[in-house]
């Protein structure tokens, strides 16, 4: 079995599982408890804030634990638009968001509020130029991800968080534009430092990078004015409440702590995803990569095969034992992708394209015979 | 070391964490992946969500897995408030909920809803009588727990659910009064069937049966009109987006299954839990018993020690190796209890209540050291 959908979900490492296990039978208390077993409890999660914060040169105390990227995501965003509504209702965003970005949006236009989805290039990027311009006197919050999940292509936080912060210049926490990027596919692969990127919120989740599923967080920068969008006890600074998922953020932590000392595996990551690009070049006629291959994460290419339908193509190289997408996991229902649609791919070319994302546990040796199985199979098929 | 805290959580049973562990490093894959990975963890999650609808007695297709009890009670409440806002802006609830439900009628009131409290009498049981007298037009959610966190008293369910079925007997699913019950802390210690209480919205946990922290899930009945509180995929037939919480479900499911079919061990918890009773009440003076002594969790007994601090002798207590609560862990900060208030303690008898609650694993030897130890520290601290 090759597994090569790393942008869908990453198995947990082994080390992170060793980490979790005393968590669930043994150290097994409430950390809201006052007693031993909920005080060992909340040392964990507080070390493990520490290991998420280090990840992205964070505060601790500006990490606040979520079940996952997708409670991030709705958090930022409505938790933004709760909190300001009052002073504005537009939010710029781009037409290229996961779904946990695009359907709050959604639902917030349905409230009244006025979203500008700012459309990438053919290369798959959003350029931070159209981003600056959009913004209005109504405008509280701008929402772009950092890495597609799609292409892997980055998009310029760096360059709008710079000018943002000139934007924001004279305005305190009250009529600032608020910054949101959702970092998912991103962190732990490319380096990622809040300060540096001048980000007021960031989207993290465990499972994308080695770490347990139900577990995410929200980085939220100091003195931000941002509302809860749940309700209940006063955990997670009052941010989050619901009783503590402790075995799923010690082991988001341990994720965190590896990824961060073991950056320099990307390299081969990298190395592999070439070799495979050019193989599949090489070995078949009428291929073509999406997106920009400078500007993206070293883990995925997106490739369409002319004449080929991706799920017929995915289906064959199930059965050979090699997991691949069509796309994005999370929108897998539906046969078309909204994000290679924004950078006018005609229907023939979406609907031929499959996404391979590598990870830490591909080999050469795997990569070679997927390059093969992948010929074979789109012979075939045609 | 002796845990009776188990209304704050239990340890995950032992056969729960041998059923998690596949579903962390080998059977790690999306379940919304079209590729084997994906097929076997969509399998994993159906198989748990039968067991947990079994426990209900449910249908798998009425089960929404979550994060947890928290975000169900928020799905349940305000996803009705969200829907049904418009032909109407009542709320009946009682003053003994736990705050993910008080903080949730709150966040209502404040845009408008409101919100009838429905006050307990003495015993710590709210009069269906009560509950049904407070329904007007404007009516569209009754929101009860099935059991008190604190007290452990039983809510009349039944009779409610019963005289609301008569009373939304001509009523469709758009006009009806619907009825949620917090059944966290009642589910697999007292049996549960929602058509025997005609419930439409239950919210379960994993972590107070023996399950995973981090998952929970809703029961909705089928045909009820309710809107997701959270955007994204379409996870959870659109009721709750996110990736699933794979291991944690499959966790959740297993101990669905072994409190169901180990539900005979209750009898044995609450022989414990009387015997704890008659011990204090026998070995140390000015002792009381809060709220019934024959409606209430077999788990649970809430006793208040006349003229001592609660928070000192949890402390004496915990130094002797017992961890006890002194009230909600979710309120653990704050030191008086909104529960015990409404029972119209007097604030000294509040503030020297202890809440000792059973599990599974408890045995006569520790409640007969707990009772020693009780005894000893309460004439130590007076």
Excluded: W
Aim: hydrophobic share 35%; proline share 4%; net charge neutral.
């Amino acid at each position: 079995m090759i597994y090569l959908d790393h942008n869908a979900t990453t198995p947990v490492d082994p080390r992170v599982r060793e980490e979790m296990l005393p968590y669930l039978v043994e150290i097994f208390g409430n950390p809201s408890s006052l007693h031993s077993f909920g005080r060992k409890a909340k040392e964990a999660i507080e070390e493990a804030r520490i290991r998420v914060a280090h990840l992205i040169s964070a505060n601790p105390k500006e990490i606040f634990f979520t079940s996952g990227g997708t409670e991030a995501d709705n958090l930022a965003i409505r938790g933004i638009a709760s909190y300001h509504k009052d002073r504005g209702k537009h939010i710029i965003t781009t037409a290229i968001e996961h779904h946990a970005v695009l359907l709050c949006t959604d639902a917030l236009e349905k409230e009244g509020f006025k979203i500008t989805y700012i459309m990438p290039k053919k290369d798959g990027i959003v350029s931070a130029e159209d981003v600056l311009k959009a913004i209005s006197k109504e405008t509280i919050l701008i929402t772009i991800m950092t890495a597609n999940n799609e292409t892997g292509a980055f998009q310029p936080i760096k360059e709008i968080g710079r000018r943002l912060a000139e934007h924001n210049k004279k305005r305190t926490a009250k009529d600032r534009v608020y910054f949101h990027t959702d970092a998912v596919q991103a962190v732990g692969k490319t380096p990622f430092d809040v300060d540096k990127l001048q980000v007021d919120m960031v989207s993290l989740s465990g499972h994308k990078i080695y770490g347990p599923k139900g577990v995410g967080a929200i980085y939220i920068r100091q003195g931000s004015r941002i509302s809860p969008i749940t309700y209940g006890g006063q955990h997670e600074n009052g941010m989050r409440p619901g009783t503590e998922n402790v075995p799923g953020i010690v082991g988001f932590g341990r994720a965190a702590e590896i990824a961060n000392s073991e950056f320099y595996k990307m390299k081969e990551v990298k190395r592999l995803r070439d070799l495979l690009e050019r193989g599949i070049l090489e070995r078949i006629p009428d291929v073509q990569i999406n997106g920009s291959q400078d500007m993206r994460l070293p883990t995925t290419t997106s490739i369409s095969f002319s004449g080929v339908f991706s799920e017929s193509l995915l289906a064959v190289l199930d059965q050979k034992g090699i997991a691949v997408s069509s796309g994005s996991a999370c929108n897998s229902s539906s046969p078309s992708s909204h994000v290679l649609k924004s950078m006018e791919l005609s229907k023939e070319t979406m609907l031929s394209t499959l996404r391979f994302s590598l990870g830490t546990g591909n080999t050469e040796e795997e990569i070679r015979f997927v390059i093969s199985a992948t010929a074979e199979a789109v012979d075939k098929l045609r």
